[in-house]
Every structure is written in structure tokens, then in C-alpha cells.
Nanobody
Framework: QVHLVESGGGLVQAGGSLRLSCAAS????????MGWFRQAPGKEREFVST???????????DYADSVKGRFTIFRDNVKNTVYLQMNSLKPEDTAVYYC??????????????????WGQGTQVTVSS
């Protein structure tokens, strides 16, 4: 069982930045594939970013087109934490952001159903 706790959400003006954190339990965090998803009111949960272990100290990262170049995912395996640095925020980034994890890193996972563990979510609101 993996327990995930997100933090770092809040209210920010358009063009501003926020950093989300997701602290995970588990002794093998470094090998987890981690993802960030978001869900706006009335919309389905959508993929934002993911990172997975590729072997050694190499990690793969990918992003939704809507956030590419603005968001960065990175992890601190000592702290068992994955982060989502969000810059140049837009009102359309407003959503509840969820952290997700799976123990498997064999391929890149873009779909919510491919993740086994979820955090409670953190609200991000971007004002215009």
C-alpha cells in the first residue's frame, strides 16, 4: 500500500507560479512511476505529467501538450517526494490536482486507470 499526500495548491494570479508536492510512503519510492492529473469542475480527470524510472539514476518525464514548457516534474528520492513546478499559470490551469503512483515503471502511463494509488487532491486556482 502506498499513501500519497499532496500539498502546495492555492490561489495565484495568471502568469504566476506554484509548486505542488506529493509525499509518498513506501521503501521503493525511487522505482515508482509517478503522475500528476487534474480535474476541473464538470470535466474529466486529465493527464498532466509523469515520471518513471528508466534504470540507474535516469528518469523519464513527459507532459500534456497544454502544460509543456510551463510545468516541470521532478522528484527527490531521499524525501520520497515528487514535485510539479508550475510556471506561467493560466486561468485554464484551474483544477484540483492529484498525485498518482504505480509500482510499475515498465512503460509510460498517461491514463488515470493505469495508476494504483491516489492522493486526496489539492486545489489550484488561477485568477485572470
Amino acid at each position: 500500500q502506498v499513501h500519497l499526500v499532496e500539498s502546495g495548491g492555492g490561489l495565484v494570479q495568471a502568469g504566476g507560479s506554484l509548486r505542488l508536492s506529493c509525499a509518498a510512503s513506501g521503501r521503493t519510492f525511487s522505482s515508482y512511476a509517478m503522475g500528476w492529473f487534474r480535474q476541473a469542475p464538470g470535466k474529466e480527470r486529465e493527464f498532466v505529467s509523469t515520471t518513471r524510472w528508466r534504470g540507474g539514476s535516469t528518469y523519464y518525464a513527459d507532459y500534456a501538450d497544454s502544460v509543456k514548457g510551463r510545468f516541470t516534474i521532478f522528484r527527490d528520492n531521499v524525501k520520497n517526494t515528487v514535485y510539479l513546478q508550475m510556471n506561467s499559470l493560466k486561468p485554464e490551469d484551474t483544477a484540483v490536482y492529484y498525485c498518482a503512483a504505480t509500482l510499475y515503471s515498465d512503460y509510460v502511463r498517461f491514463q488515470a486507470y493505469e495508476y494504483d494509488y491516489w492522493g486526496q487532491g489539492t486545489q489550484v486556482t488561477v485568477s485572470s
